[in-house]
């Protein structure tokens, strides 16, 4: 396998993950009235035929350690275990953002999913790794904590808003004013999952008989394969908009939002991969700033500034509304800051 051996190699991982992970969603919006659990079927299909191009041939080349063959082989099947396991628990949450993005818009749902993700993700390594600095770690959490509050209410005022807009033009079906609760509930509940299943991908990764980056991203991409097949047994029959769908629905949608989802699900990939062989016990050159840290957590801020400046998700929305999606992403960032500085405190 290929692996980095330089800071530098390293921090362009990181850059490459970051716009992987910032991009991937506006392959649905690409894809016009393409329901999220459609796109999602295209999404893991992509994931797929990434993770296997990239096991047999950057994760066969080199000189790294094994080639992936003999890596994935060479891996306990209780470390297989972990890694289906966490990516079945992160497509769950990652399934549910996409539906809050649906609902809410991107600008809103990936910052309110992932702010919550990584405060969860990263108290449960704070009590495996006491060592780490307490107050950093409380550093971290306001802003986060804040973050969210502030993309809760900005969404809340901007459908109403929206709402006041449609009833002046008599497009209102109700004259009850909205409720946010719906998409804020989607995307709290998808971070939550997310930021559950760090502890499991850490352990498929052990030093001694754990998968390398390669095999991680197969184990992985199999897992959110399967996983998704199950987890749109739910969706589709019980959708958070809309009507019920049948598998009919994803064979007759039109071959252009088929190859978007693939395309989706491919960049995805790329950047899964970029993070997973930027962190590998098995490497020697990893993450050490503060910087590289939070550049491998901040894709949710490019999801957000591409809904709110590209495709003018805030368009109805007044000053306060922008104001306090500003401020949100605002946080999130100082957020992350203080736990990659907490991250760091432990090295």
């Not at 290929?2 to 921090?11: A, G």
């Not at 890596?71 to 099947?77: E, G, H, S, T, V």
């Amino acid at each position: 396998m290929i692996l980095p051996h330089t800071e530098q190699t390293v921090m362009m991982l990181l850059v490459l993950s970051m716009l992987c992970w910032g991009s991937w969603p506006v392959f649905h919006k690409l894809a016009k009235r393409y329901r999220f659990e459609l796109f999602y079927f295209d999404f893991a299909i992509g994931l797929g035929i990434m993770a296997l191009l990239c096991a047999f041939t950057l994760g066969s080349l080199g000189f790294d350690g094994f080639n992936f063959s003999d890596d994935i082989l060479n891996a306990r099947k209780q470390e297989w275990l972990f890694a289906l396991l966490a990516a079945m628990i992160f497509n769950f949450g990652n399934m549910l953002t996409l539906a809050a993005a649906s609902v809410a818009g991107m600008a809103i749902a990936f910052p309110l999913a992932f702010g919550a993700a990584a405060i969860v993700g990263a108290w449960v390594y704070y009590l495996g790794h006491p060592g780490i600095n307490t107050t950093l770690m409380i550093g971290g959490t306001l802003p986060l904590g804040l973050s969210l509050i502030l993309g809760s209410l900005s969404y809340s005022h901007l459908r109403i808003l929206q709402h006041e807009t449609m009833a002046r033009a008599g497009k209102a079906k109700s004259t009850r004013r909205p409720s946010s609760l719906k998409g804020t509930l989607l995307a709290l509940v998808g971070g939550l999952a997310m930021g559950a299943f760090g502890p499991l991908l850490l352990r498929a990764q052990d030093p001694e008989d754990g998968v390398g980056p390669y095999s991680l991203l197969f184990l992985f991409a199999m897992g959110i394969f399967g996983s998704t097949f199950v987890f749109n047994l739910f969706f589709m029959n019980l959708p958070v908009e809309g009507d019920p769908l049948e598998i009919a629905d994803y064979i007759k949608a039109p071959i252009k939002n088929h190859f978007l989802g693939l395309l989706g699900g491919a960049v995805w990939g790329l950047g899964a991969l970029a993070i997973f062989v930027a962190n590998t016990p098995k490497g020697d050159t990893h993450p050490n700033s503060v910087l590289g840290l939070v550049m491998a957590q901040a894709g949710p801020m490019i999801t957000a500034l591409l809904g709110w400046l590209f495709w003018k998700e805030f368009k109805a929305g007044d000053i306060r509304v922008k104001a306090f999606a500003g401020l949100m992403l605002v946080f999130f960032a100082v957020g992350l800051t203080f736990f990659s500085w907490a991250t760091l405190s432990l090295k």
